[in-house]
């Protein structure tokens, strides 16, 4: 993007390439391209390793009730700014509103011609006024000089006394013809912290750095970076974006602890045993902080999303510690001693579990193949979980069994008390039921079979209609606002509006400060920026939507100028800082094309019902003063073109003509005419150009002539090469990411846009429409993943189908209760999903090994082998199921910092375990009969007992397995 004075470039590379290599490529670009570059550039150009688009990390206010703004700049700048860019972690310091002192040299036109001088004469007199360059030495005999010098003025008052010419016999000084006085380097510059005009620092941290880290490292140098500069500089933190990571951080710790005792009142209401319940419950802190020990060797922290995997996996790492005990438990009830309980019980159930584990960390891989920044961001989530889980399975096969044969014992003749009987009364109701139901359905199998193929059914048609988002939108604390007025805007008007909207701002219960600034950081004039702090989550009545909703019409009171809010999200892709959260982008080779149809688009998506504060990038209405020069007047004169431009650069350019230099920073001095003067057009009329032929003072006005009716760009972007005009918005209220993604594109087709004009989504909208091609893959990856592994393990094609076929049910209640509950499709809830797949098979798997040990070991048919497989994993189904269940709640009913991340995910699994549990309980028995079947169809020989329309034995044996 260029606009006046600056362009900005904005490279992005692959995630796989070193960043520091990187650098140095690009480094080696810039110094290759230097001989193209203007030679009266300011300052050389300069790169950073930092996305433009993402949001601070840390600002810092710095303002004075007694030094000039001047001051304060050069102090914040020199003695805490550089010193802030070189701590580890931090990628850019912005000076926002800098004011970098410079020595300005003011002309009255009237008087410099009385004289007979140009402005040229006087900028040629400055640049041999201050120098700093070197003088030799002398090197006597036994003493060695260095020679320095008085050569540079640093002071305005001595400027003043510069003798530009003699006149008459007498000194013409500057004093003479204007004035010398000590002002900011760029005069179009300013800012405001919590209304209070001053500077800050607004601190961005490099990739892949360490948010608290790096902030802590900067907290820490602070206090001496404080002690620096002048104590009348008061240095306030504006906005620490740590207090929002740190306040998520522990309430997912909190949230981890509720789990942790829900988890715990599961196991024990099942039990009802102090040694039974502890015996699983030791697996959650061991398995809790061997994945915190195996993490470290991959250099993850504890983040969000490690937590949230860690708060996710409280709910299963316990299902093989509770599969394993309520075994041995069974063999105990029976009369076997505890030693021989747990061998045998282990040995009986240690393939189910490793079944169970195995396919569930299979289920992970999908996430781990993801590519892109997504994949990058959920690799730490799907390794931690998969840690967590061996680490339970390990423990499960090891330590359960060994506890449990040191500590249980048959509770036949203990006597228990009233509220062991109660629930041991209400679970044998339980039991009962479940058993006149699934005999109901095997009797019934056709229909249970059509209820299974409607499930499936409508898990695909909900998939289907589902509204599709991205990532869920976050409340972090910030807003940050892009201020817009119209193209012609002066820069004390624009900051009168600035201030307007500032103050609406502030003036919101919510805000707790507020920092903005114009002028700076590439962004033309009627351009500002906001970035507004908002209260602890606990401290106010809204979130970060919601106050921008209500901020949003108090806003558009203000007449001549809009501001632009979005929350600030931790996921923010692209290198574009827009004016909203989403992006589309408009490219054609032919600027005139894409200039005529970006506002015909702009105004098309305006009317979107889907859109909010739809904005546009495109600033094409600048108002110019043209200068039509007569060449041939002009070079009767001997006036070249660029003795006529350099003439109006020294009096309306801020043009930097000299430098000077002290021991912390370098300045400049800056040619210009009087203020009063440059901002009406007749002072043209004022300048005179000298005639190198005569030496003469000759009128602009003879040789040119100016008109401000045309109109040009203040600012022009370019995307891969190709000019490009960027139109972004937000999402009204309920829309997600992909309802508005295809209203874009109906409306682009409505439009019959040329052919050579391009229409795409950038930064996270194009993220989205890549994962819209990848959701179902990574869907069918973890479900052919899951297949091939329970294959591998039963040595069957047909049992593995059984196993999967719980997964429908899960879909219908995950999807139907994120609709219910107003979520959209995110990738969170895929992750969501893709676990469901992972956890509610193993009840198909609970039930389809010990039906095909019952088989093969105790020769039973099918039916009464899935009928006692069915009836005696009852109990463990019940509790892993409750266990992964109640794992979910805190996540889902979560309202504290970031749980706006975790809610999709507890919607989603809690809603799935409760639809598969009340389903899968019955259509896993049918799909089983009806696949054997199908499998002795295959195989061309039957086994007695497998025909569809057999009647079910009711027998005592039955009966008594099932007790």
């Not at 994945?291 to 790492?317: K, Q, R």
Request: charged share 15%; hydrophobic share 45%; aromatic share 8%.
């Amino acid at each position: 993007t260029s606009s006046i004075g600056s362009t900005s470039i904005t490279i992005q590379f692959d995630l796989n390439r070193n960043i520091d290599g990187a650098a140095n490529d690009v480094q080696g670009a810039i110094n290759a391209a230097g001989g193209q570059l203007p030679k009266n550039l300011p300052s050389p150009p300069t790169y950073r390793k930092v996305n433009p688009a993402d949001s601070p990390i840390m600002l810092l206010s710095a303002t004075s009730d007694t030094l000039p703004l001047t001051t304060v700049s050069d102090d914040t700048d020199a003695n805490m700014a550089q010193q802030i860019s070189q701590i580890s972690g931090v990628a850019q310091v912005f000076v926002g509103g800098q004011q970098k002192p410079a020595i300005r040299i003011q002309i009255d036109p009237a008087k410099l011609v009385a004289k007979g001088l140009s402005l040229e004469d006087i900028r040629s007199q400055i640049t041999m006024t201050t120098v700093d360059s070197p003088k030799g030495s002398i090197d006597g005999g036994t003493r060695s000089y260095t020679i320095y010098a008085n050569d540079q003025l640093t002071a305005s008052k001595d400027w003043n006394d510069v003798i530009i010419a003699y006149r008459n016999g007498g000194p013409l000084r500057i004093r003479d013809i204007g004035r010398a006085v000590t002002g900011p380097e760029d005069n179009k510059r300013a800012a405001w912290a919590n209304g209070e005009r001053g500077v800050f620092l607004v601190i961005f941290k490099q990739p892949g750095a360490n948010v608290i880290d790096t902030v802590d490292r900067i907290k820490a140098e602070l206090p001496k970076l404080i002690a620096a500069i002048p104590p009348t500089i008061k240095i306030r933190i504006i906005s620490d974006r740590t207090e929002t990571i740190r306040a998520a951080v522990e309430d997912v710790q909190i949230t981890l602890l509720i789990t942790i005792v829900l988890v715990v009142m599961v196991i024990f209401l099942f039990l009802r045993s102090f040694w039974a319940t502890i015996i699983p419950s030791v697996t959650v802190p061991l398995a809790l902080l061997g994945a915190c020990a195996l993490m470290w060797p991959f250099g993850y922290s504890l983040d969000n999303l490690s937590l949230m995997a860690l708060t996710i996996s409280v709910g299963f790492v316990v299902d093989d510690a509770i599969v394993m005990l309520e075994n041995i438990s069974r063999y105990i009830e029976q009369g076997e001693s505890p030693m021989a309980a747990a061998l045998k019980g282990a040995g009986e159930i240690g393939f189910t579990i490793m079944s169970i584990s195995i396919s569930l960390i299979a289920v992970l891989i999908p996430l781990l193949l993801m590519g892109g920044i997504i994949g990058r961001l959920f690799r730490e989530f799907a390794v931690t979980l998969a840690m967590a889980i061996f680490v339970s399975l390990v423990v499960s096969l090891t330590l359960t069994p060994m506890m449990a044969s040191r500590f249980l014992r048959n509770q036949h003749d203990v006597r228990h008390g009233k509220l062991y009987q109660l629930s041991e009364r209400g679970f044998d109701a339980m039991l009962d039921a479940y058993r006149r139901g699934l005999d109901l359905v095997l009797r019934w199998r056709r229909a249970t079979l059509l209820v299974f193929f409607v499930t499936l059914g409508l898990s695909i048609y909900l998939f289907v209609i589902i509204p599709k988002g991205f990532f869920p939108q976050q409340d972090n604390g910030m807003i940050i606002g892009t201020s817009e007025a119209a193209q012609d805007i002066s820069f004390d008007e624009m900051k009168r509006k600035q201030e307007e909207l500032g103050r609406i701002v502030m003036s919101d219960p919510a805000v707790a400060s507020i920092a903005m600034f114009i002028g700076g950081g590439g962004s033309a004039l009627n351009n500002g920026r906001m970035y507004v702090t908002l209260k602890p989550r606990g401290e106010r009545d809204a979130s970060a939507q919601q106050i921008i909703a209500r901020l949003r019409p108090k806003l558009d009171k203000v007449e001549g100028a809009r501001q632009f809010l979005q929350a600030a999200q931790d996921v923010r892709l692209g290198g574009r800082a827009t004016r909203t959260q989403f992006e589309f982008t408009l490219q054609d080779a032919n600027l005139d094309e894409l200039n005529t149809w970006a506002p015909k688009v702009l105004s098309k998506l305006q009317t979107l019902p889907q859109l909010r504060d739809v904005a546009t990038d495109q600033q094409t209405n600048g108002t110019t003063l043209t200068l039509t020069v007569d060449r041939d007047a002009a070079s009767r004169y001997g006036i070249a073109p660029q003795l006529i431009d350099d003439t109006l650069y020294d009096a309306f350019g801020q043009r930097q003509v000299a430098q000077y230099f002290t021991q912390l920073n370098s300045y400049h001095v800056i040619l210009e005419i009087l203020p009063e003067l440059q901002g009406k057009v007749d002072t043209l009329n004022k300048i005179y150009v000298k005639s190198p032929l005569t030496g003469e003072q000759v009128p602009l006005s003879v040789f040119a002539k100016w008109t401000t009716v045309p109109v040009r760009p203040l600012s022009i972007s370019h995307q891969g090469q190709f000019p490009a005009i960027t139109i972004s918005f937000n999402l009204a209220q309920g829309v997600a990411l992909g309802q508005a993604t295809d209203a874009v594109q109906t409306a682009m087709r409505q439009l019959g846009t040329p052919a050579t004009l391009n229409g795409s989504f950038q930064g996270t909208a194009q993220a989205f429409q890549q994962s819209l091609s990848t959701v179902p893959l990574l869907i069918l990856a973890a479900l052919v993943v899951v297949y091939l592994i329970l294959g591998i393990l039963y040595e069957s094609y047909i049992h593995p189908i059984t196993i999967l076929s719980t997964l429908p049910s899960a879909g219908v209640g995950a999807l139907a209760t994120l609709m219910l509950f107003g979520y959209d499709f995110s990738l969170i809830a895929l992750i969501g999903i893709i676990l469901l797949i992972g956890i509610v098979k193993k009840n198909g798997i609970m039930m389809v090994d010990f039906a095909i040990a019952a088989e093969r070991e105790e020769h039973l048919s099918p039916e009464q082998s899935i009928r006692k497989a069915a009836l005696l994993r009852f109990r463990p189904i019940m509790m892993t199921t409750m266990a992964a269940m109640l794992g979910g709640v805190p996540l889902m009913l979560g309202t504290g910092a970031g749980a706006e991340i975790r809610q999709p995910l507890g919607y989603a699994m809690v809603g799935g375990l409760a639809v598969s549990q009340v389903l899968t309980l019955f259509t896993t028995p049918v799909v089983y009969l009806y696949l054997d079947q199908f499998s002795n169809w295959l195989s061309g020989w039957g086994r007695g007992g497998a025909g569809s329309d057999r009647n079910l034995p009711g027998g005592a044996a039955i009966k008594e397995a099932a007790e």
